[in-house]
């Protein structure tokens, strides 16, 4: 069943259609202590959402023994910061609804793919702990995560010119615009750890992406794991018939484990 995030209207909404209503889907999990939970990002370029990015996910985040829930996000024609309002908002509805739930909301972590793995890590890097005055008790949680999985991600705008770039950005961005949305640039102290995989020749989006994120985490001594297969195409997903890449979901599988999930 299909959540919206503002049943009133998002902020920055054009219309009432469903492209202009973020919502989220959530896969939960019947148990008797508190679960963690994973929100997914899809990829689709900030254009469009890749629907095998999604449910697939979340049935393999349940076997796990972990919560997941489908993040739909508004993609162009809307723009930065639509997207990561939207990311936000999902964070602070999980943390707002997990005695509901049943979540532990102490572990709550973001995954994305692609360009939703650039709003995964944009929302891990940019997080808040709420705004204590709001009038929308939502709106008084915190956005942060516990920790982030990011495959295939797009980070940086700085660097690696794409067209798929002005979906998020619009056409001829800020250097302010791309610098807040260059990733590699927001790592600190409190970024959480991070799990990363890429393919060495993905058409689409090059390991430099990767290569800066993880040089960032290093600088600042946040605990990462990154994995880049020699080879396979772009938006494998969970890679099941890819004879290497297929290996992602398990080593992933070990790394939350050693994270708490």
Same mark, same amino acid.
């Given at each position: ?12 909404? +054009? ?56 993040? +739909? ?25 997990? +005695? ?12 994305? $793919?692609?360009?939703? *793995? ?15 005055? /709001? ?23 700085? /660097? ?19 610098? $807040? ?39 600042? +001594? ?6 880049? $297969?020699?080879?396979?195409?772009? *938006? ?24 708490? $999930?």
């Amino acid at each position: 069943m299909s959540i919206l995030l503002w049943p009133n209207g998002a902020p920055f909404a +054009k219309g009432t259609e469903p492209e202009d209503c973020p919502a989220i889907t959530p896969y939960l999990l019947q148990s008797d202590q508190p679960s963690p939970c994973m929100i997914i990002c899809p990829g689709g370029g900030y254009r469009a959402l890749s629907e095998q990015d999604g449910e697939p996910t979340a049935r393999w985040l349940n076997q796990l023994g972990i919560s997941a829930v489908v993040l +739909k996000y508004r993609v162009a024609p809307y723009h930065h910061p639509c997207p990561l309002t939207d990311a936000q908002r999902a964070i602070r509805y999980i943390r707002y609804s997990a +005695k509901e739930w049943n979540i532990d909301p102490q572990r709550i972590g973001i995954l994305g $793919f692609s360009s939703g *793995g650039h709003l995964a890590a944009t929302a891990g890097t940019h997080p808040d702990s709420g705004k204590p005055a /709001h009038e929308d008790p939502i709106e008084r949680e915190s956005s942060e995560v516990s920790l982030m999985v990011l495959c295939y991600a797009r980070i940086t705008m700085l /660097h690696y010119e794409h067209p798929y770039n002005a979906n998020l950005m619009g056409p001829n961005p800020s250097y302010e615009t791309r610098y $807040f949305l260059s990733n590699e640039k927001h790592v600190n102290a409190d970024t959480p750890p991070v799990f990363l995989w890429i393919t060495a020749d993905d058409q689409n989006i090059q390991t430099g992406h990767n290569l800066l994120f993880a040089s960032a985490l290093s600088d600042h +001594k946040i605990p990462f794991e990154m994995h880049i $297969f020699e080879s396979g195409k772009h *938006g494998l997903g969970l890679a099941e018939d890819h004879p290497s890449a297929k290996h992602w979901p398990r080593l992933c599988q070990i790394w939350l484990g050693n994270h708490g $999930f």
